[in-house]
């Protein structure tokens, strides 16, 4: 994912990471089916330089009602905060053996939303091995201030997780949702906040939020 803060901080702690699109109509769900290789092709889709539009098929502003947070809310960064693309993405099948999908192939996709005057990324990533999530633990140390290892311990915790269940990081600043994927492989949504000089949504809004996504793209 180029052009965002987890291309610049995944060098620096990666290494000390555990390692271990998507839209189909199945017939069947109420919702779209996360795939693999199908966010593989929305990745491409997206591009190295990034898209002005999120391919993936939220509803923000409706996640947001649901979770009853206040504001006005959208596709795109909250004003004033970066000119960063809308939606970026990789596709891992395509990484490099010293880049982070090289041991566990797959993609990501993030997306900027914004409700009031806080930004929220959201992060599906898709990958053969089990908890992909594992590759955006230097964004969630970025964005907590944590240590490494209790990011680790955090992750540990989101193994056990039930589909559709999210689970909140200890200081609040970021949400897991284990995805079921369509065929083969491993999925997750993130939810990590953008910058603000105002208070960030607070844990039970996130996670309300996280679930309220989650059920759109399942």
């Known amino acids: ?101 090289a041991g566990n192939p797959g993609a990501l996709v993030s997306c900027w939303f914004h409700v009031g005057e806080q930004s929220v990324q959201v992060h599906l990533i898709a990958a053969e091995k089990p908890q992909p999530e594992y590759l955006l633990a230097p964004l969630l140390v970025s964005v907590s201030g944590q240590e490494v290892d209790a990011v680790n311990s955090y992750l540990r915790s989101t193994e056990k997780g039930v589909p559709g269940r999210p689970v909140l990081g200890s200081t609040g600043d970021y949400a897991t949702v284990r995805v079921e994927p369509d065929g083969e492989g491993h999925a997750a949504l993130l939810l990590t906040p953008g910058d603000a000089d105002t208070d960030r949504l607070d844990g039970k809004q996130l996670t309300d939020l996280s679930r309220a996504l989650y059920a759109q793209i399942t």
Request: proline letters at 8%; one cysteine or more.
């Open 1 to 101: 994912m180029r052009g965002s803060r987890y291309a610049v901080c995944c060098a620096a702690v990666l290494m000390t990471a555990l390692l271990t699109g998507c839209q189909t109509d199945t017939g069947s769900g109420t919702g779209p089916s996360v795939s693999v290789e199908g966010l593989a092709e929305t990745a491409d889709e997206v591009g190295p330089e990034g898209a002005d539009t999120c391919p993936l098929p939220y509803d923000f502003a409706k996640a947001a009602s649901a979770a009853e947070i206040p504001g006005e809310a959208g596709p795109g960064l909250a004003p004033g905060g970066g000119d960063e693309s809308t939606a970026t993405a990789e596709n891992g099948f395509e990484a490099e053996q010293d880049e982070p999908f």
